[in-house]
């Protein structure tokens, strides 16, 4: 199992930037792929940002060059950087991890821009 830990959400007005944190309670060299999803109000949840246990990074098409995935091994922690940030971005953001077939969440952070 994998419990995930999320942090840094909040309110930021539109074109300001949020860090948000997922802690996970095992090292990511055993975890196949860490990653974000979020839910905007009423609407499905959907993929944002994925990092492979070799580093590899890939992001959904509207947040390409806005969004930035990194992890800190030694911290067993995955960030999700966010700039020039939408209301389009509003949503409640969950961290996942992907281990041998098997789905973990996090109990989401909600983003809200607005101003």
Same mark, same amino acid.
């Given at each position: 199992? $994998?419990?995930? $830990?999320?942090?840094?959400?909040? %309110?930021?007005?539109?074109?300001? @930037? +949020?860090? +948000?944190?997922?802690?996970?309670? *095992?090292?990511?060299?055993? /975890?196949?792929? &860490?990653?974000?999803? *979020?839910?905007?109000?009423? =609407? !499905? ?5 994925? /990092?492979?246990?070799? #580093? *590899? ?7 390409? #060059? *806005?969004?930035? /995935? @990194?992890?800190?091994?030694? =911290? ?7 700039? @020039? %940030?939408?209301? !389009?971005?509003?949503? $409640? ?5 992907? $281990? ?6 996090? =109990?989401?952070? %909600? &983003?809200? &821009?607005? @101003?």
């Amino acid at each position: 199992q $994998v419990q995930l $830990v999320e942090s840094g959400g909040g %309110l930021v007005q539109p074109g300001g @930037s +949020l860090m +948000l944190s997922c802690a996970a309670s *095992r090292t990511f060299f055993s /975890i196949n792929t &860490v990653g974000w999803y *979020r839910q905007p109000p009423g =609407k !499905e949840r959907d993929l944002v940002a994925t /990092i492979s246990n070799t #580093g *590899r990074t890939d992001y959904v098409d509207s947040v390409m #060059g *806005r969004f930035t /995935i @990194s992890r800190d091994v030694a =911290k067993n922690t995955v960030y999700l950087q966010m700039n @020039s %940030l939408q209301a !389009e971005d509003t949503a $409640v953001y969950y961290c996942y991890a992907y $281990v041998d077939g098997m789905f973990y969440w996090g =109990k989401g952070t %909600l &983003v809200t &821009v607005s @101003s």
